[in-house]
């Protein structure tokens, strides 16, 4: 499958190159002043002079994310096991994941503000719900598909449940957990951007990327705000990376996600 | 009949309002290697699973030693169709797994695994995963991890079904060769007729819907058997016959 490193850095180069173009080209066709759609280069300039304040911002949000993030790991990963192994208690509360899941955290954001108050608390808590269901929903999923083969070989062997359970259906949950995390850690971001968006507060004159983008807006400064875009972009390319270097670390040797590219 | 390993004494198992085995009454000795063979869906595996404890019967008994098969399955291993390892597990650990569910120590389990694997022909794989071996391998991994617990009766559910044919006989050749070395009674679900008349002491015939004792043909072949029974004309007319027999219960089934 390998193909050479050129032809693989090429057409991603190339795509770049023609919409950067194409950008430039659409601003100048039409004249489009730059506080409607700036070009890339005063995007460019405009983040590095509001570096501090970006990455200040940057950092605030990511904690928001992280720790509603961890939380959700933490705690899904252990509801799930509980809904896993009591089989009406799964059919009772299926039906509620699922329209929590549906339910917008948008909406749900200013409820939180409102029992929490502005500031950090409310953003973790976004975080957190909108990373617990699809946590919870893989992970369960991981529980119950275990292998029937595998079952009835631990039965076999006169396994204890409790064997069962560490030996067989943690880890074999265990990819399924993983897929949660990715999705979850992508959602983190958006999640604790649009909390900070509604729930954030400019401690020490600086609020987290949510908060700046609603501060440039009414600035009209608009390339910063494609700057906040920017920094927003990298910082979830660090958050969902990680989760997926971790998830990489776990699996590469034995599970057939990692081992696609090998065989 | 008292003495007998195993004993099935009109065995019925429904799954609702459908019969899956209906009076199944059968004996097995210590030392028998008994084939069961049939149309799909005559109830092989379930027997298996039966025997195994896995499942109760809906009528009848299963006895064991004279006893329910559940404290009997100390003795008792299974080998799937499919080789069901654990994938997060090195082959050795896979090996280890029965024994280490038991609470064998480590040291023992481990000098164990190896024992069973250097049996199996496998020292060289012991710490690879098992997605880096082949399908013949991973079969064998499966027999040497059912093997290191020295069962006294071994279930296997058509273990070599998804193999190529020279893989299968060499496996089953070597399933003979390792029963010279840690001898158990053997229950082999087959599609294979050759296989079933290669391996067998006796091959039981079920015929479906629901699962009934067909015929019972009782192959003499000595052992240690060799490949080239194969080419025999006595392995060759019992082929036939054998064949003949599932061939009825088709022509019966239209």
Known sequence: MKSPLSSRIWPPLLAGLVLLGAWYGAIALYHIPSYIFPAPHLILAATWRERRTLAQAALFTFEGAILGFLAAAVLGFIFSAVLGFALSLRRALVPYILLFQMTPVVILAPIYVLWLGQGLPAIIAISYTICFFPIVANTTLGFTSVDRNLVDLFAICRSSRLSEVFRLRFPAALPFFLTGLKIAATLACIGAITGDFLAGSAQNSVGGLGFMTVTYFSQLRIPELFGVALTACAMGFVFVGGVNLLSWCVLHQWHESALKLEK | ?254
């Open chain 2, 1 to 254: 009949m008292s003495g007998a390993l195993l004993r099935l004494e009109n065995v019925s198992k429904r799954f609702g309002a459908a019969a899956a085995l209906e009076g199944i009454n059968l004996t097995a000795e210590r030392g028998e290697f008994i084939s069961l063979i049939g149309p799909s869906g005559c109830g092989k595996s379930t027997l298996l699973r039966l025997i195994a404890g896995l499942t109760a019967p809906t009528g009848g008994r299963v006895v064991v030693d004279e006893g329910p098969p559940g404290p009997a399955a100390e003795g008792m291993f299974y080998v799937f169709q499919d080789p069901t390892l654990l994938p997060w597990l090195r082959v050795r650990a896979n090996v280890e797994l029965p024994l280490q569910l038991r609470g064998v120590a480590r040291p023992e389990r481990r000098e164990r695994a190896l024992q069973m694997l250097k049996l199996v022909d496998l020292m060289p794989a012991a710490d690879k995963y098992p997605w880096q071996l082949s399908g013949g391998m991973r079969m064998r991994v499966s027999i040497a991890r059912a093997l290191s617990v020295a069962p006294r009766i071994l279930l296997l559910d058509e273990p070599f079904g998804a193999l190529d044919e020279m893989t299968r006989d060499r496996l089953n050749e070597d399933l003979l060769a390792l029963r010279e070395s840690s001898p158990f009674t053997a229950f082999f679900v087959t599609h294979s007729v050759a296989e079933a008349v290669f391996l067998s002491t006796r091959i039981v015939v079920l015929s479906p819907s629901p699962g009934r004792l067909s015929a019972t043909i009782d192959v003499p072949f000595p052992f240690p058997r060799r490949r080239s029974l194969r080419e025999s004309p006595e392995f060759l007319r019992l082929l036939a016959q054998a064949s003949h027999e599932l061939r009825q219960i088709d022509s019966a089934l239209r």
